[in-house]
């Protein structure tokens, strides 16, 4: 798969296998993460790998805006954790560069992990003080966002279906609206 081809067979993969993912693909998803360009090149990020069926439930339990909005999570084998060690980025304006920099990271995870078949979903849906004391991760660790990474299952169960239809997940806007040319267009 060319980069273009893994760019547009990436999408949020809601439902799940219980096939174990083999450790060696994870190990090239987190080499994918670990290449990733950053502030001053930094590298605040930090993964954690989580295969126990009982955090991973945890996590998959938590409410959103009173919702178990990410129940479908407990049928991923995997759930990688990104997160951020603030003090190793920088603040050159007002945006916070650990953020940017886990971020491109974690995308970087996601793009490897479709080039090798595997399946994940962007969650930023959580509270962070929960997921830190599920890590055991201290107070300054920010928790910028995780993914599940499994094989994804034959069709999405009728959680993921319903949340893709919510999101309108298949559309995006057209170019034409997202870019400029020298300058601002108001549209
Ligand atoms: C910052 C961010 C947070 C997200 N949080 C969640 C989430 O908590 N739960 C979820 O099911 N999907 C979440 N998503 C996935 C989006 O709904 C999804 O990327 C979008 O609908 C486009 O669909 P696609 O990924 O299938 O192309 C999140 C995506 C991003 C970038």
Known sequence: MDIFDTIAARHSVRTYKPDPVPDE??????????????WRNGQCWRFVVVREPATIEKLAAQRVYGYRINAWLRTAPVVIVACAEPG???????????AVDTAIALEHLVLAA??????TCWIG???????????????????????????????E????????????????????????????LEK
Do not use: N
């Not at 050159?92 to 560069?97: C, Q, S």
């Not at 962070?128 to 094989?151: C, D, F, H, N, S």
């Open 114 to 119: 479709t080039a090798l078949g595997l399946g």
């Open 25 to 38: 693909l994870i190990g090239r998803c987190l080499e994918a993460a670990r290449v990733a360009p950053s």
């Open 125 to 155: 849906g959580f509270d962070e003080k929960t997921v830190r004391a599920l890590l055991a991760a201290p107070e300054r660790i920010r928790v910028v966002a995780y993914t599940p990474l499994g094989y994804p299952a034959e069709g």
């Open 88 to 98: 190793e980025s920088g603040q050159h304006t007002d945006l916070p560069y650990w």
């Open 157 to 184: 169960a009728l959680m993921g279906r319903a949340v893709k239809a919510i999101a309108r997940s298949h559309s995006r806007k057209p170019l034409e609206k997202i870019v400029f040319h020298e300058r601002w």
